[in-house]
């Protein structure tokens, strides 16, 4: 009897599990659906026709198939270029914010390093405090960075609250493994790109998105402090052509026109979405397994 109590008990667990699940699949479900439909129609309206996307046709599939918003992003002659520059920032912004963070967490993970404490506060206190817009531009004056590539790369060069993820990353990397590595000669230096860098994988794939994403839609710093043209990015040239294409009210003569302004206004806006979404979401899957294991990183000090 007491065999099948515990059975009976085991299944009224199991029944109580999968009606969790089942509750929760259906949550996910709707929740999922309440984003992805809101997506699936930005897709859908770039490529329809701007009458279609004017009168409210389009939901979830294009209406009158057209590629006029995407033809009329690219014939800016700056797309190319744009395009290149956000390439190039992204990639070397990156490169640079990894190394600073990494460099920066490693030596305050260290139990032996002198007042560590001090430069904790240090780093937090700009957490809480800056000069302000205003003393920043000031700053990029005095070093001579105004209208150059740098303006873009170095303000940000490091995240504190990123390097305090990484910081407690390697805090739990046990210290059993640098004695030993260290009783084999092995020097700080070399124990950091041998044994740290390469169990740190996962904290690196996740800082790589965070970062990344961050520079690929960065637009207050480069409207603050480029003028040049060729040293635009993407974001800066977006925000030109959707410009470029709103109405103003006093120039149309009659209703048509302006139906027929705004449906292209329309239709250019969801095309500008897509062109500065897309390589974001190429990236996403190929970093995704990291993701899902690192996202949580820092919420715990193992």
């Known amino acids: ?40 129609n930005i897709v859908a309206s770039s490529f329809s026709s701007p009458n279609a996307v004017s ?19 690219f014939e800016n002659k700056l797309i190319g270029t744009a395009y290149l ?11 640079i914010n990894i190394s600073m963070t990494m460099f920066a967490a490693y030596p305050l993970a260290r139990r032996n390093v002198p007042f560590k404490g001090v430069f904790m506060f240090l780093f937090t206190f700009t957490m809480l405090f800056s000069g302000g817009t205003i003393p920043n531009y000031m700053l990029m004056i005095d070093l001579g960075l105004i209208n150059s590539r740098w303006a873009m790369l170095l303000p940000g060069a490091i995240s504190v609250y990123n390097m305090i993820i990484a910081r407690t990353f390697i805090q739990s990397i046990p210290e059993e493994l640098y004695e030993a ?10 124990y950091f790109f041998t044994m740290v860098i390469p169990l740190s994988v996962t904290l690196l794939s996740v800082l790589t998105l965070y970062y990344a994403v961050g520079h690929w839609n960065a637009y207050f710093d ?11 990015p993407l974001q800066i040239v977006l925000r030109e052509i959707l410009i470029a ?8 003569v009659d209703d ?14 969801y095309s500008l979405i897509i062109v500065s979404s897309l390589p974001v ?20 000090k193992g």
């Open 1 to 40: 009897m007491r065999r099948n109590g515990h059975g009976a008990q085991a299944i009224r667990a199991t029944r109580e599990d999968r009606f969790f699940y089942l509750v929760v699949n259906i949550f996910v479900g709707i929740f999922t659906l309440i984003i992805l439909i809101p997506l699936i």
């Open 222 to 232: 480069a409207f603050l402090y480029l003028s040049d043209r060729n040293l635009y």
């Open 256 to 269: 048509l026109t302006m139906s027929a302004k705004q449906g292209m206004a329309d239709l250019i806006k």
């Open 181 to 190: 590595a260290s009783i084999d000669g092995c020097s700080d230096f070399r």
């Open 55 to 73: 009168s409210g046709k389009v939901l979830l599939w294009p209406v009158d198939l057209s590629l006029a918003g995407y033809e009329a992003v």
């Open 281 to 300: 979401l190429v990236l996403y899957p190929f970093v995704k397994k990291y993701f899902l294991k690192g996202v949580m990183i820092g919420a715990l």
């Open 245 to 252: 294409n709103t109405i103003n009210a006093n120039e149309v």
């Open 85 to 95: 520059n956000t390439f190039f920032y992204t990639v070397a912004g990156t490169l």
